[in-house]
């Protein structure tokens, strides 16, 4: 059987990640090695993992995970990279059932989704059931991956550079990261290989916990995915483990309904018939708005929700579409001026690679 490699990236892990590493140590396929990538953090990150005896990496500078990833990559022996995140819990049969479709030759990774909460509350839980309903149905095969839940054969990685890192013209010294699992995705597949996408492979996940870190969290994930998309414009017909077409309507009926007070405000200064016109459309752009979480109460309902649940539900539903149109709006921003591609990768400090 081929050799496993656990690639971790942890930044300020220090709460979650000594529950990681110790699922990893039950799995019913164990892992030949575990790396933790610590990228430059300001608590016990580093030394938790060296408890819990694994391979660290301390970068030099705080890098983001796209970085951290591939210097644990680079360090790794194993022919098979594995990834999960500092906040996950790999349940024991994880890394059997993430890496049992790469026995196929034409099969270069694997990828799945989350099991549950590590803490449930009213918003992990949310976030949690949100994320099965958007990725219940998806093929056996998608172009994207999920860096916290994701297996690929190393010379695949490799063969593509890892993951893409990119930054600004303006700003050089910072790659852009937020959305390079499904550019890596992208990469992989564009030449024919294949991404199996593992329903049953899942890993319990630290959602965020306040509402605000969650929108932020939103607003950040739509902005970067916009980024992509200027970068890589062929990403557009990828099939990916989210919903474009639903994305894509929940930005414009935001739109509409943010520009809609304008329009009212403007239209008795440009034409008599435009006063009569503004009203109806705030009207309609308002009534499309606040139906854009129908779709998923109904079916948070059927999954066996109460009344009480859906009615906290909604509005955090309805800011979720104000993040995203925001992030878009963000994202459209920062790609003026264009991108270059970073080749610069932080070094580890040294003597800082310890097993």
């Not at 430059?40 to 970085?67: F, K, M, W, Y």
Request: charged share 15%; proline share 6%.
């Amino acid at each position: 059987m081929m050799m496993i490699s656990v690639i971790i990236p942890a930044y300020n892990a220090a709460g979650t990640l000594g529950a990681c590493l110790q699922s990893l140590r039950t799995q019913t396929r164990p892992p030949h090695e575990i790396i933790v990538v610590d990228d430059c953090s300001r608590d016990r990150t580093a030394e938790i993992a060296r408890q819990h005896g694994v391979t660290v990496i301390s970068l030099g500078q705080n890098a983001g995970p796209g970085i951290a990833r591939n210097a644990g990559a680079a360090a790794a022996s194993g022919e098979i990279l594995a990834f999960t995140d500092s906040d996950c819990v790999p349940p024991p049969e994880w890394l059997e059932r993430i890496t049992a479709p790469l026995a196929a030759v034409s099969v270069v990774a694997a990828t799945g989704g989350y099991s549950g909460p590590v803490r449930e509350t009213f918003l992990t839980r949310l976030q949690d059931q949100v994320l099965h309903i958007r990725q219940r149905g998806l093929p056996a095969e998608i172009e994207s991956t999920i860096t916290s839940n994701f297996a690929c054969k190393r010379i695949a990685f490799a063969a593509v550079g890892g993951f893409p890192l990119y930054a600004r013209k303006r700003e050089p010294a910072k790659p852009i990261w937020g959305n390079e699992d499904e550019e890596l995705g992208f990469l992989l597949t564009r030449n024919g290989a294949r991404i199996r996408w593992v329903a049953d492979a899942g890993v319990y996940h630290a959602y965020r916990g306040s509402l605000l870190g969650f929108l932020r969290q939103q607003k950040f994930y739509a902005e970067r995915i916009v980024m992509s998309h200027f970068r890589f414009p062929e990403m557009a017909e990828a099939r990916s483990n989210y919903s474009r077409s639903s994305g894509v309507i929940h930005l414009g009926a935001t739109l509409a309904l943010g520009v809609s007070p304008f329009l009212v405000a403007a239209a008795p200064y440009v034409h008599h018939c435009a006063s009569w016109l503004s009203l109806p459309f705030f009207v309609v752009a308002a009534m499309a708005f606040l139906l854009l979480p129908v779709p998923l109460l109904l079916r948070l309902r059927r999954q066996g929700n109460d009344a009480a649940f859906l009615i906290k539900a909604f509005p955090v539903l309805l800011a979720v579409s104000v993040a995203w149109l925001g992030g878009a709006i963000t994202g459209t921003l920062l790609t003026l001026g264009g991108f270059i591609h970073v080749t610069h990768q932080s070094r580890p400090t040294p003597a800082a690679a310890v097993r």
